[in-house]
Each structure stands twice: as structure tokens, then as C-alpha cells.
């Protein structure tokens, strides 16, 4: 029997983080579906949907202005936000060799079809950890984009 219950538990507990890390308003592990996670671009961290929920909701009870629920500042929303637009907060995580703003300024520059500094951003950010962008960067090989193909 408890043979049984030990199986239970290895099979069905949560694990303790995943490869994105924590949601740093609620310490749960991000959500591996990228759908259910919010990247906000004043602070350049992912937060769970459910934080981010949570606080749309106080901030339209209470009649609020929308802010982000880490930082408060103006909320910024989406990839898009970081490269497309290259406002003072973006560029200065960007400087800051914020990871994950660095994969995002990358994210534009493939869109743009500048595929070089794409590959230089996410050599960056992979230097710094970013799991993200090792996968990018495999891609970029893959496909000889901004570099010489290599499978």
C-alpha cells in the first residue's frame, strides 16, 4: 500500500519549477504552454496569467490605472513591445544583458530579417543561461540563417 502511495506521489505532485523558472508574483512554476504566460516589456520577466488576471481584476474594481502588476509602471505587453518599438526601458534592459529582453530585441531582428544581429542577441543571451535562446540559436544553425548552416 505504500508502495502505491509513493508511486502517486511521484506521478502526480507538481513539479518544482520548469525550465522557465517561477512566476515571481505567486513563486508557482510558469506554465510550460507559452500561452499562459505574459512577458511584460517595462520589466522584461514572464508572469503567469493568473497573476496577471488577478491584478486586472483589482485594478477594475478599484478603478485603477493599468500598471504592471511587478514593476508598476505603465504595462507594456508582448515581444513586440521590446523590439519593434526600442523605447528607454526596453533598451536599458537590453544594455542591462537582461536575458531575456536581449531574446526579445533578437525575436525583432529575425522578424525584421536581419538574421546577424538576431544571431548576436541570442549568443548573448545563451551566454547568460537563457534556455530559450540556445534553442533559437540552434535553429539559426539549422537553417543557416545569419550563419553557416550546420545540422
Known amino acids: 500500500k505504500r508502495a502505491a502511495e509513493l508511486r502517486d506521489e511521484l506521478l502526480f505532485n507538481q513539479p518544482e519549477s520548469s525550465h522557465l523558472g517561477d512566476c515571481p508574483i505567486c513563486l508557482l512554476p510558469l506554465p510550460i504552454k507559452e500561452e499562459q504566460i505574459t512577458m511584460v516589456g517595462c520589466c522584461s520577466i514572464n508572469i503567469c496569467d493568473g497573476c ?62 536581419n538574421y546577424v544581429d538576431a544571431f548576436e542577441y541570442l549568443t548573448k543571451a545563451a551566454g547568460l543561461g537563457d534556455a530559450e ?14 550563419v553557416e548552416k550546420d545540422e
Open 52 to 113: 496577471m488576471y488577478a491584478n486586472g481584476v483589482r485594478e477594475r474594481q478599484k478603478g485603477l490605472e493599468h500598471k504592471c502588476p511587478f514593476c508598476r509602471d505603465p504595462l507594456l505587453l508582448s515581444r513586440d513591445t521590446i523590439g519593434s518599438v526600442p523605447g528607454a526601458t526596453s533598451m536599458k534592459r537590453v544594455e542591462a544583458n537582461d536575458p531575456m529582453a536581449l531574446c526579445c530585441m533578437a525575436d525583432a531582428r529575425y522578424e525584421e530579417g
Open 133 to 146: 535562446s540556445h534553442y533559437k540559436l540552434s535553429k539559426l544553425y539549422l537553417n543557416g540563417e545569419g
